[in-house]
């Protein structure tokens, strides 16, 4: 299992806004930043979210994100057919020697 | 703009060793910690480790007894080296990077990745 807590699955109709919820714990969403990365079918992740809620450039301001204790949130608003896509969190984790944790992944679909 | 392309066998026998290669283009070889994540068919992703050029490395502890991870500046390449792999090590391997200069700013560059399949 991961180290990340993901739900399995997320779905919204177009133009509605939807959140997808992380859960670890203080060695790493607690302790350090959070990255939201989205993956397309058949596809390379793409990286969404750094630093908790900054965007790389390119990235639509209709993604951001938050970050409270040891849970992080990515919200999509004004969703689109195109965001149909497996979604990830991650972390780096200090409880051993660090180490770059992803959750289990997020299947969103648009209905 | 950085590009990374792994290559190497797409299929391996089990208790053999995996080995990939990540040719870098567009980038100095020195800017970047050079990294490996995997994903079985179907499932998430896993952090394997990074390497810097100057050869210091960290790996996820739950690979470290069969990973090495090496990097080749003259050819701009680094490379993976999973041993005693078993059907479990069957994934879609990418290569990544992280800014030397930055590393909380996420994985920006992927390379497509390359399926290796662990069967006899």
């Known amino acids: 299992q991961s180290v990340l807590t993901q739900p399995p699955s997320a779905s919204g109709t177009p133009g509605q806004r939807v959140t997808i919820s992380c859960s670890g714990s203080?060695?790493?969403?607690?302790?350090?930043?959070v990255y939201w990365y989205q993956q397309l079918p058949g596809t390379a992740p793409k990286l969404l979210i750094y630093?908790?809620?900054q965007r790389p450039s390119g990235v639509p301001d209709r993604f951001s994100g938050s970050k409270s204790g040891t849970s992080a949130s990515l919200a999509i608003s004004g969703l689109r057919s195109e965001d149909e896509a497996d979604y990830y969190c991650?972390?780096?984790?200090?409880?051993?020697?660090?180490?770059?944790?992803f959750g289990g992944g997020t299947k969103l679909t648009v209905l | 703009q950085v590009q990374l392309q792994e290559s190497g066998p797409g299929l391996v026998k089990p208790s053999e060793t995996l080995s990939l290669t990540c040719t870098v283009s567009?980038?100095?070889?020195?800017?970047?910690?050079w990294s490996w994540i995997r994903q079985p068919p179907g499932k998430g992703l896993e952090w394997i480790g990074y390497?810097?050029?100057?050869?210091?490395?960290n790996y996820n502890p739950s690979l470290k007894s069969r990973v090495t991870i090496s990097v080749d500046t003259s050819k701009n390449q680094f490379s993976l080296k999973l041993s005693s792999v078993t059907a479990a090590d069957t994934a879609v391997y990418y290569c990544?990077?992280?800014?030397?200069?930055?590393?909380?700013?996420?994985?920006?560059?992927w390379g497509q990745g390359t399926l290796v399949t662990v069967s006899s």
């Open positions: 990544a990077s992280l800014p030397y200069y930055d590393i909380l700013t996420g994985y920006y560059y």
């Open positions: 567009g980038g100095s070889i020195s800017s970047y910690y």
């Open positions: 390497i810097y050029y100057s050869g210091s490395t």
């Open positions: 203080s060695s790493n969403i607690g302790s350090n930043y």
């Open positions: 630093r908790n809620n």
């Open positions: 991650a972390a780096w984790d200090d409880s051993l020697s660090p180490r770059y944790v």
